[in-house]
């Protein structure tokens, strides 16, 4: 008689289909802690890229400041032209909201045009 090289299959172990996390992050902590704040503001298709802009330019840092000299702040990196308190998130997202929808009518500030 020949035995197996591994132990027989154990009959009372019950099975489940694979059920997804339904909270799994996109993004690191610090960027989807403003995903309801985005939300707010942007439209729901728009929602990630909104995110996914504010991790590139400040990590979700809203108080962070261009180290380079422009003066660029907070989570969108808003120069300080603009005249907008960029290190109020409510303010900053709600600015970067109006710049893709009413005055460029698309990305073009961080590099889509």
Same mark, same amino acid.
């Given at each position: 008689?020949v035995?197996?090289p591994?132990?027989?299959?154990?009959?009372?172990?019950?099975?489940?289909?694979?059920?997804?996390?339904?909270?799994?992050?996109?993004?690191?902590?610090?960027v989807?802690?403003?995903?309801?704040?985005?939300?707010?503001?942007?439209?729901?298709?728009d929602?990630?890229k909104?995110?996914y802009?504010?991790?590139?330019?400040?990590?979700?840092?809203?108080?962070?400041?261009?180290?380079?000299? &422009?003066? /660029?702040?907070?989570?969108? =990196?808003?120069?300080?032209?603009? *005249?907008?308190?960029?290190?109020?998130? +409510? !303010? &900053?997202? /709600?600015?970067?909201?109006? =710049?893709?929808?009413?005055?460029? *009518?698309?990305w073009?500030?961080?590099? +889509? !045009?």
């Amino acid at each position: 008689m020949v035995t197996a090289p591994f132990p027989a299959p154990v009959s009372n172990v019950t099975t489940r289909p694979y059920t997804p996390e339904p909270n799994i992050l996109k993004y690191r902590p610090s960027v989807e802690r403003w995903r309801p704040l985005v939300s707010k503001h942007f439209k729901p298709e728009d929602v990630d890229k909104a995110l996914y802009v504010i991790d590139l330019e400040s990590g979700g840092d809203d108080q962070i400041r261009n180290s380079e000299g &422009s003066g /660029a702040t907070g989570l969108f =990196q808003i120069m300080p032209f603009h *005249g907008i308190n960029a290190t109020d998130p +409510e !303010a &900053s997202v /709600a600015w970067a909201a109006h =710049q893709v929808y009413n005055v460029r *009518g698309n990305w073009g500030d961080w590099g +889509e !045009a």
